[in-house]
């Protein structure tokens, strides 16, 4: 009978503790460089650099998001393509110094490499993706200089970085 009991008890602490368990996401979880304040104060330093050579405060290459799609997380790939595009052919071809620019590159490959999976075959935020790809190609037409248009972009990678946060947010 005592055997019983222990088996029935062993059993029974087997059940708890799987049923305790936390359950897998059906979305990615969030990538930790959006969360770390040290990828924040490295990004807010490179981006203060590019601005400084600006002159040019009234154009924003990065379209604004609506709060209600902000919120919904449709965004999350449009900005994550974004990003993707940055990577290969913004902030790979920088020549300018900007501070901690390689710190910044390194957590922001991090992000697109956590996030990428997710949106492989996701088409939403593609409208997103296309303005922005647009609002750069006009800016490198108005200054007359795509190396003018990359460090605007990369005076706003702290707005995309936002945009990011905010977007893609793991859901329960």
Not at 66 to 80: A, E, I, R
Not at 130 to 142: K, V
Not at 150 to 163: R, S, V
């Amino acid at each position: 009978m005592m055997k019983n009991l222990l088996a029935l008890l062993s059993l029974l602490s087997c059940l708890a503790l799987s049923a305790a368990s936390p359950r897998p996401l059906r979305h990615p979880p969030r990538s930790p460089p959006l969360d770390s304040s040290e990828t924040w104060n490295n990004l807010f330093t490179m981006c203060k650099d590019a601005r400084a050579r600006d002159k040019d405060h009234e154009t924003r290459l990065i379209p604004r998001i609506p709060s209600d799609s902000m919120k919904d997380g449709t965004m999350c790939c449009g900005n994550v393509k974004i990003l993707e595009y940055y990577l290969k052919h913004i902030l790979h071809q920088a020549t300018g110094s900007y501070s901690r620019m390689d710190l910044v590159k390194h957590e922001l490959r991090r992000v697109a490499r956590d996030l990428e999976p997710h949106c492989r075959s996701n088409l939403a935020g593609h409208e997103h993706f296309q303005s922005f790809t647009e609002n750069l190609q006009l800016a490198g037409q108005m200054y007359k200089s795509n190396a003018t248009a990359h460090n605007k972009a990369i005076g706003e990678t702290d707005i995309l970085f936002h945009y990011l946060y905010e977007t893609c947010k793991p859901q329960a």
